[in-house]
């Protein structure tokens, strides 16, 4: 079945360091990856999206480039700021199905100044 | 817009009690989404409604879990005889359209349930 597997937390930067939370999945088809984010007290909101292979999904600075074969979703961000603070998840959509997201377990980043 | 909203809150219940939890979607949404969030589980997918019918019912843990939808809109999460394995925050999402994989789900503030 599909799954989604990234990197385990908690990530723990300073202030404006490089950030990378690795994502790979497995999926029948052709899914719609997404980074969710989780900040403290509040629901989850999409963080970037995209849709199929090689596509650029962008937001606040954070990127993650759909990578078909090497099926990943890495997100990056140049310079982490102590707002970015929250848990990511990683999740696929299936193109076929009835768009249920399936998630990974969540890295949480923690940015002290 | 608003957004998502879920009620109640957060829920406290003792073990064989039933509780109901509520989701109001986004005005206009076809497709909605019922989550679980637990410790021991991460997220995990419950039930999907397009319109008032439920064609995937897959992730529902047991048939003490139901859930129904009306008029296409407000959707109620039932749970009978409570466990304790029940505590999770359920999160409920709602898109346009629940078909073609690219469609992004808004997510409401979620239930805190705690069975004692």
Request: aromatic content about 10%.
């Amino acid at each position: 079945g599909n799954s989604v597997t990234q990197m385990e937390g908690p990530v723990t930067l300073s202030e404006e360091a490089f950030l990378t939370i690795n994502c790979t999945y497995t999926a029948t088809g052709y899914p719609s990856l997404f980074w969710y984010v989780q900040y403290p007290g509040e629901g989850l909101q999409l963080l970037l999206k995209a849709t199929k292979a090689d596509d650029k999904g962008s937001n606040k600075g954070f990127e993650a480039t759909y990578r078909k074969e090497t099926t990943s979703f890495h997100l990056e961000k140049g310079s982490v700021q102590v707002s970015d603070s929250a848990v990511y998840f990683c999740a696929l959509s299936d193109s076929g199905g009835y768009n249920k997201l399936i998630f990974g377990a969540g890295t949480r980043l923690a940015v002290h100044p | 817009g608003a957004g998502v909203s879920q009620s109640p809150s957060n829920k406290v219940t003792e073990k064989g009690k039933d509780v109901e939890l509520r989701c109001d979607p986004i005005s206009g949404h076809t497709a909605l989404y019922w989550y679980r969030q637990s410790l021991g589980q991460g997220l995990e997918f419950l039930i999907y409604f397009q319109g008032n019918s439920a064609p995937d019912k897959s992730g529902l843990p047991s048939d003490r879990f139901s859930a129904e939808r009306t008029g296409g809109s407000v959707s109620t999460l039932t749970i009978q005889r409570t466990q304790q394995e029940d505590s999770a925050v359920y999160l409920c999402a709602s898109s346009r359209i629940g078909t073609g994989g690219v469609e992004t789900q808004y997510f409401g503030p979620g239930t805190r349930l705690l069975v004692l």
